[in-house]
Nanobody, 127 residues
Framework: VQLQAFGGGLVQAGGSLRLSCAALGRAFSSHVLAWFRQAPGKEREPVATISRRGGTTRYAGSVSGRFIISRDNGKNTVYLQMNSLKPEDTAVYYC?????????????????????WGRGTLVTVSS
């Protein structure tokens, strides 16, 4: 699938932002989806993932309780609702799609678990 993330921008600390990632392709609902982020000078890190039907989600510890991942298979879109944003959340955010394998639940943090990546969208959180 082809992915395109959007919705980034500048927000003050404590604020909220919702990212969207639209996909082209008929196989959207057969893929697990994830959000990763990459801050300047740092490696890409996992943020959250969601199963094909949306029944299972997982989060990185740094965002758990603040971010919510969801998907709408009818609209071929995955979302990331970000609340209580902190300056350390500043990064380029990427969406990714991959197969739901037997190892996905344990391996979701690996970039190699995903086949397709969208262009990122920049989120800047000011203090």
């Amino acid at each position: 699938v082809q992915l395109q993330a959007f919705g980034g921008g500048l927000v003050q600390a404590g604020g909220s932002l919702r990212l969207s990632c639209a996909a082209l392709g008929r196989a959207f609902s057969s893929h697990v989806l994830a959000w990763f982020r990459q801050a300047p000078g740092k490696e890409r890190e996992p943020v959250a993932t969601i199963s094909r039907r949306g029944g299972t989600t997982r989060y990185a510890g740094s965002v758990s309780g603040r971010f919510i991942i969801s998907r709408d298979n009818g609209k071929n879109t995955v979302y990331l609702q970000m609340n209580s944003l902190k300056p350390e959340d500043t990064a380029v955010y990427y969406c990714a799609a991959g197969p739901q394998t037997a190892d996905w639940y344990a391996d979701w943090t690996r970039t190699t678990a995903y086949d397709d990546w969208g262009r990122g969208t920049l989120v800047t959180v000011s203090s």
